[in-house]
T-cell receptor, first 116, second 111 residues
């Protein structure tokens, strides 16, 4: 596909369950980002992968959150023992290798997670 | 500690008039500043950017102004059109390619 895709588009789960959110970045993009947007809030940075470097996990809100990126492409964000405050839209973005100037991030449509 | 601040959660502007969206930042080491536009149920899309060494960048109806001494930037949309109704995010890029977003401003274009 031409853009970033995310699945599922919507996920409803019960408190305490684990969820996995998937992101397929644009082919060839070396950087991949996860953000979340809670109701009435801005985009909150979660984690950033750049090539083969160690990911920047500084935005993960707790150790219940983890993410991996296999083969430098697809990424999975896992939330263990979900809580109601985890309800949000989870957005993935990718960007190409930055050579000079600005590197635009291309966002997927997001996964809306609702924890009951 | 918010490094990128958009203090107006919403703004209403008459169609045809100028929309001015404001953004303040705290880190003088940011490399680039960007504006993203987001419609409901869609991911944000890139709108316009400005390098920290410039003070103005224009693209059609959109102009971004940067005042480094005040650590302030603004997005001007003129003339405003109904399709401009969306949430606008200000963002700043550091040299590690990490983008910090503001909380967004919801722009309503009134008929």
């Amino acid at each position: 596909g031409a853009g970033v895709s995310q699945s599922p588009s919507n996920k409803v789960t019960e408190k305490g369950k684990d969820v996995e959110l998937r992101c397929d970045p644009i082919s060839g993009h070396t950087a991949l980002y996860w953000y979340r947007q809670s109701l009435g809030q801005g985009l909150e940075f979660l984690i950033y992968f750049q090539g083969n470097s160690a990911p920047d996990k500084s935005g993960l809100p707790s150790d219940r959150f983890s993410a991996e990126r296999t083969g430098g492409s697809v990424s999975t964000l896992t939330i263990q023992r979900t809580q109601q405050e985890d309800s949000a839209v989870y957005l993935c973005a990718s960007s190409p290798q930055r050579t000079s100037g600005i590197n635009e991030q291309f966002f997927g449509p997001g996964t809306r997670l609702t924890v009951l | 500690d918010q490094q990128v601040k958009q203090n107006s959660p919403s703004l209403s502007v008459q169609e045809g008039r100028i929309s001015i969206l404001n953004c303040d930042y705290t880190n003088s080491m940011f490399d680039y500043f960007l504006w993203y536009k987001k419609y409901p149920a869609e991911g944000p899309t890139f709108l316009i950017s400005i390098s920290s060494i410039k003070d103005k960048n224009e693209d059609g109806r959109f102009t971004v102004f940067l005042n480094k001494s005040a650590k302030h930037l603004s997005l001007h949309i003129v003339p405003s059109q109904p399709g401009d109704s969306a949430v606008y995010f200000c963002a700043a890029l550091n040299r590690d390619d990490k983008i910090i977003f503001g909380k967004g401003t919801r722009l309503h274009i009134l008929p």
